[in-house]
């Protein structure tokens, strides 16, 4: 199975922890992005975070090639992978990869968890941190040697799934902009999970003893469509995108009034 090829590779003394998150009833939750990331930064024990998608290359030395120390040592930076310096329309897609200590990503309480459905809470989270004070700053993706150290592993995507997520990332983007106004996501609670057991996958367990296994459950919180309600279905009306256009050409702003 792939839990046991993973337990094979790993064989150095360094921790690894896996986790398994199901709702209150132990069953798999709907797909929701920042419910993931906010659990896994709680999880994190280093003073840096770097957050990469799950298709996403990043080379050893990608750390020391993008220090996020301000000058005056307050570390109130955070970097991100702008897609305007993407060097092909492959790049683009590292836009979701973020930089920062800890600490500066829970001063905006992380990702905002009323979004779950696909898109926008990736320039959210970056305007979120800018609006906080943190500078941004591009991840450097090439080193002085020309070796790409950061880069989004190319896999094809339809037009038809390319205008479904435009579309969605719009309706997030009106949304989560007016309920925003009334309600800032940096005030509000994240979805709460507790640990269950810590029984591995098929009473597995591996030999290194520096991997654990959790499975967890919880995860109850609002989605930003049930916040608003009917008002949501309008949304969708605000902008239409035509065929083929790309996330990264929308607006950077449709306001819902």
Same mark, same amino acid.
């Given at each position: 199975?792939?839990? %046991?090829? !993973?337990? #094979?590779?790993?064989?150095?003394?360094?921790?690894?922890? +896996?986790?398994?998150?199901? @709702?209150?009833?132990?069953? #798999?939750?709907?797909?929701?992005?920042?419910?993931?990331? /906010?659990?896994?930064?709680?999880?994190?024990?280093?003073?840096?975070?770097?957050?990469?998608?799950?298709?996403? +290359?990043?080379?050893?030395? =990608?750390? !020391? =090639?993008?220090? &996020?120390?301000?000058?005056?040592?307050?570390?109130?930076? +955070?970097?991100?992978?702008?897609?305007?310096?993407?060097? @092909?329309?492959?790049?683009?897609?590292? #836009?979701?990869?973020?930089?920062?200590?800890? *600490?500066?990503?829970?001063?905006?309480?992380?990702?905002?968890?009323?979004?779950? %459905?696909?898109?926008?809470?990736?320039? /959210?989270?970056?305007?979120?941190?800018?609006?906080?004070?943190?500078?941004?700053?591009?991840?450097?993706?090439? /080193?002085?040697?020309?070796?790409?150290?950061?880069?989004?592993?190319?896999?094809?995507?339809?037009?038809?799934? %390319?205008?479904?997520?435009?579309?969605?990332?719009? *309706?997030?983007?009106?949304?989560?902009?007016?309920?925003?106004? *009334?309600?800032?996501?940096?005030?509000?609670?994240?979805?709460? +999970?507790?640990?269950?057991?810590?029984?591995?996958?098929?009473?597995?367990?591996?030999?290194?003893?520096?991997?654990?296994?959790?499975?967890?459950?919880?995860?109850?919180?609002?989605?930003?469509?049930?916040?608003?309600?009917?008002?949501?279905?309008?949304? &969708?009306?605000?902008?239409?995108?035509?065929?083929? !256009?790309? %996330?990264? *050409?929308?607006?950077?702003?449709?306001?819902?009034?």
């Amino acid at each position: 199975s792939l839990w %046991q090829e !993973v337990l #094979n590779f790993w064989n150095v003394a360094t921790p690894l922890g +896996f986790y398994r998150v199901g @709702d209150a009833d132990g069953n #798999n939750m709907d797909w929701a992005s920042p419910k993931t990331y /906010n659990f896994g930064f709680e999880k994190v024990r280093t003073e840096v975070i770097l957050k990469v998608d799950c298709d996403t +290359f990043v080379a050893r030395g =990608l750390l !020391v =090639l993008n220090p &996020i120390e301000s000058k005056d040592g307050s570390k109130k930076n +955070f970097r991100y992978g702008d897609y305007r310096a993407a060097r @092909d329309d492959n790049e683009i897609h590292s #836009n979701g990869c973020v930089m920062a200590t800890k *600490q500066t990503m829970k001063s905006v309480n992380y990702y905002d968890e009323l979004l779950q %459905q696909y898109g926008w809470e990736d320039y /959210n989270f970056s305007d979120r941190l800018f609006a906080s004070g943190a500078t941004p700053m591009n991840i450097t993706r090439v /080193n002085g040697g020309g070796k790409t150290m950061l880069t989004h592993v190319w896999h094809p995507h339809s037009d038809a799934t %390319q205008d479904e997520r435009v579309v969605l990332s719009c *309706q997030n983007r009106c949304a989560i902009n007016h309920v925003e106004r *009334q309600n800032a996501w940096v005030g509000l609670r994240r979805a709460a +999970f507790w640990k269950h057991d810590a029984e591995f996958p098929g009473a597995f367990a591996p030999a290194n003893k520096h991997i654990s296994f959790e499975n967890c459950r919880g995860g109850a919180l609002a989605s930003v469509k049930e916040v608003l309600g009917k008002t949501t279905a309008g949304l &969708i009306e605000t902008w239409k995108p035509k065929r083929g !256009v790309r %996330q990264h *050409q929308v607006p950077r702003r449709v306001r819902l009034e």
